[in-house]
Antibody
């Protein structure tokens, strides 16, 4: 079955940077849209960013545009989220989620990695 | 931004009941509406994609319907394992959005 394993989360001070990674396996990674979705503690789901299979199309939520950068390395079956200028409101579990071959709609999700922004 | 409003926010139900959760979009999204189930301390799982297409491995008691602005997730014959929070999500217009969630409690 599809496997998505996030890493890179942790405690970081406001204004600092963090890079999340997602290792994908058991599917043809280079053929699929990929997404980052986050969930603040005790809150609902919030879409963060999506990237097409060849990185041609990249989309961001307004709340992270200009601070976060999504990227992928199809040779390494990996998805990334570079997070700069972090704020307290970025505190959340960040999920990597596979989209479809022609749609961003997530089907399989990773277990998530917790990012805590606090001094 | 397309706002998705789910109702109810919370529902307490008994096993074997038929449960209906609705999701209303602030503007037409065609069929680009998907349903997810999230149990405590777990990642979300896809139940229904594009309004009515059941995802692989999902029990047949889960079904979806609707188009345009009004969508419904139905659980026929609720089981205790269905205790969870359910979210709708639209992938028709940027920014993509989720509903606020509906928490199902099993009595």
């Amino acid at each position: 079955e599809v496997q998505l394993v996030e890493s890179g989360g942790g405690l970081v001070e406001p204004g600092r940077s963090l890079r999340l990674s997602c290792a994908a396996s058991k599917f043809s990674f280079s053929n699929y849209f990929m997404n980052w979705v986050r969930q603040a503690p005790g809150k609902g789901l919030e879409w963060v960013s999506s990237i097409s299979s060849s990185s041609t199309y990249i989309y961001y939520a307004d709340s992270v545009r200009g601070r976060f950068t999504i990227s992928r390395d199809n040779a390494k079956n990996s998805l990334y989220l570079q997070m700069n200028s972090l704020r307290a409101e970025d505190t959340a579990v960040y999920y990597c989620a596979r989209g479809g071959t022609a749609t961003t709609a997530p089907d399989y999700w990773g277990q998530g990695t917790l990012v805590t922004v606090s001094s | 931004e397309i706002v998705l409003t789910q109702s109810p926010d919370f529902q307490s139900v008994t096993p074997k009941e038929r449960v209906t959760i609705t999701c209303r979009a602030s503007q037409s999204i065609g069929g680009g509406l998907h349903w997810y189930q999230q149990k405590p301390d777990q990642s979300p799982k896809l139940l229904i994609k594009f309004a009515s297409q059941s995802f692989s491995g999902v029990p047949s008691r889960f079904s979806g319907s609707g188009s345009g602005t009004d969508f419904t997730l139905t659980i026929n014959g609720l089981e205790t394992e269905d205790a969870a929070t359910y979210y709708c999500h639209q992938s028709s217009g940027l920014p993509y959005t989720f509903g606020q969630g509906t928490k199902l409690e099993i009595k």
